[in-house]
């Protein structure tokens, strides 16, 4: 019964080693962000806390590849 439970704790603990990483990514970048109103970066930042994976996409999408182009 506990035959893969090694793997699946191994994937487990890397995926959420990934998640608090984009999560201080995101973060640090938010407030390093010159163009955005304190305002906003709170949207964001709870957005990113409450909103998990779901708004990283939407931030990178609106804010990090839209001003690269």
């Known amino acids: 019964m ?27 970048h938010v407030t ?5 109103d304190s305002t906003e970066r709170a949207i964001w930042i709870l957005a990113f806390v409450l909103g998990g994976a779901i708004s990283y996409p939407i931030y990178w999408y609106m804010k990090i590849w839209k001003e690269e182009l």
């Open 2 to 28: 506990f035959g893969n439970f090694e793997l699946f704790f191994l994937m487990v603990a890397g995926l959420s080693v990934l998640s608090i990483g984009l999560l201080v990514y995101f973060i640090v």
């Open 32 to 36: 390093k962000h010159k163009k955005m």
